[in-house]
């Protein structure tokens, strides 16, 4: 009996022991399922136009099945790769063996800096824009449209080596030009019947987009010849753009030709020699990281209307139909004179301060600069009108500046860059700011 007794406890003790071994076991391979498939984020936080990399970990890759519930905010490819499209919340799922994992994607707006200097900001739409654009209609479509030199747009794009943009050219005269940079780098110039961007990868870029030179001939004011953007579209499926604005201050020039940059590349006046990337306001807010504004006109002056109107004119409307939209400068500086040559002294200087009123009046908080003519013209009459506003105008000589020109009168590439590096310095005294 006692035999007995010890059989049955042995038995016992062994069922016991392999009952509790059992459950260690089937714990363990509980643990090891829940903990061995997982996603890499369970939640992320993206700007538009960016891509980010989920895995499932502990998975076979190629049988792991991703979907997004929200395109609009972000798409997700076969192999788990997210990009963020627009402002927003998306939930990721991956699905392996009956179960599925979820990682929240948010799309916010962040900031950027790029090697030129301009902080961008990200912003709704599929592109942002600084200068003289205007909402037109052509042929039942609305545009975003500008008929002047040096407007820009920017925008942001990912998952694409090359983008597509829909240039509306409405011109006669001949086909215009434009530039662009990519993160801030040289700008490219092309025509734009040439609409492909190359932005060297397919990873996030910022670009950069100047219309950049227009002919001499079009009727921009009557006419309203100019360019419309329309889509902006990435060349690869999957590519993705975004607006981006630059937060820099704002530097504007009221000007001529010169400021316009006719004739800077060589002596044809036509888009080929002319170029707003290659002009004194282009170097000059370069040298001072500003957003230049271009108002530039061919032949244009204080009086004179030359190829568009006169400066109070060009103050206030974009073409005889559509009104300038508002903006905000930190500086604006006047280069008119040079082809103001049938009108001197009172008259002059009358019409001359009734722009400087305006400006002011239109932006109170700028700093305004009447700048000399290259060809001395009408120096005394803007230093007398500068002269009865000294709180907020300033004028800057530019006699002494030695310049290279390419006819004697237009600067050339490196007469305008060294016009430019000049006048930055100035207008950084004037702002006390230091160049470096």
């Known amino acids: 009996m006692n035999d007995i007794s010890w059989k049955q406890k042995a038995a016992a003790c062994f069922i016991t022991l392999f009952v509790f071994m059992g459950v260690l076991v089937m714990g363990d391979a509980k643990e090891v399922k829940a903990a061995g498939v997982s996603l890499s984020e369970k939640a992320v936080t993206m700007a538009p136009a960016t891509t980010k990399k989920l895995k499932l970990n502990g998975a076979i890759a190629k049988k792991v099945t991703w979907t997004t519930n929200n395109k609009k905010v972000a798409t997700v490819s076969g192999q788990g790769k997210v990009t963020a499209r627009a402002k927003g919340t998306a939930k990721i799922k991956a699905a392996y063996k009956k179960k599925k994992y979820t990682c929240t994607v948010t799309v916010a707006y962040g900031k950027y800096t790029t090697s030129d200097g301009m902080r961008y900001k990200d912003i709704k739409g599929s592109f942002g824009h600084s200068g003289r654009w205007y909402k037109k209609n052509v042929n039942g479509k609305e545009y975003y449209y500008t008929s002047t030199d040096g407007s820009a747009i920017y925008f942001k794009v990912v998952g694409s080596k090359y983008v597509d943009v829909s240039f509306v050219a409405q011109v006669a005269a001949a086909i215009p030009y434009y530039a662009y940079s990519v993160d801030g780098g040289s700008m490219k110039r092309q025509l734009v019947s040439k609409n492909r961007l190359n932005l060297g990868n397919t990873g996030t870029h910022y670009v950069r987009l100047v219309i950049d030179a227009m002919s001499e001939k079009e009727n921009r004011w009557a006419g309203e010849a100019g360019i419309g953007i329309g889509s902006i579209a990435p060349v690869t499926a999957d590519g993705a753009v975004a607006a981006v604005k630059p937060e820099n201050a704002t530097i504007a020039f009221y000007g001529d030709s010169i400021t316009q940059g006719i004739r800077a590349l060589n002596k044809k006046l036509t888009p080929a020699g002319a170029s707003a990337t290659h002009s004194f306001a282009w170097y000059c807010a370069k040298q001072l990281d500003l957003v230049p504004y271009f108002a530039g006109f061919g032949g244009s002056g204080i009086i004179q209307p030359g190829s568009f109107n006169n400066c109070i004119n060009t103050i206030q409307s974009n073409s005889a139909f559509h009104k300038t939209e508002g903006y905000e400068a930190d500086v604006i500086v006047v280069e008119h ?26 932006h109170p908080e700028a700093k305004i600069v009447a700048m000399v ?17 000294p709180k907020w105008c300033s004028v800057i000589e530019t006699s002494s500046w030695n310049l290279s020109y390419t006819d004697g009168l237009h600067p050339n590439k490196a007469g305008a860059k060294k016009a430019g590096q000049n006048l930055a310095k100035k207008v950084a005294s004037i702002r006390k700011v230091t160049l470096y």
């Open 373 to 389: 003519p290259f060809t001395q013209l009408h120096a005394d009459e803007i230093r007398a009108a500068a002269a009865a506003y």
């Open 337 to 362: 004179g040079t082809n103001d040559v049938y009108t001197y002294g009172e008259i002059f200087i009358n019409e001359y301060k009734r722009v400087l009123n305006l400006l002011h009046q239109k």
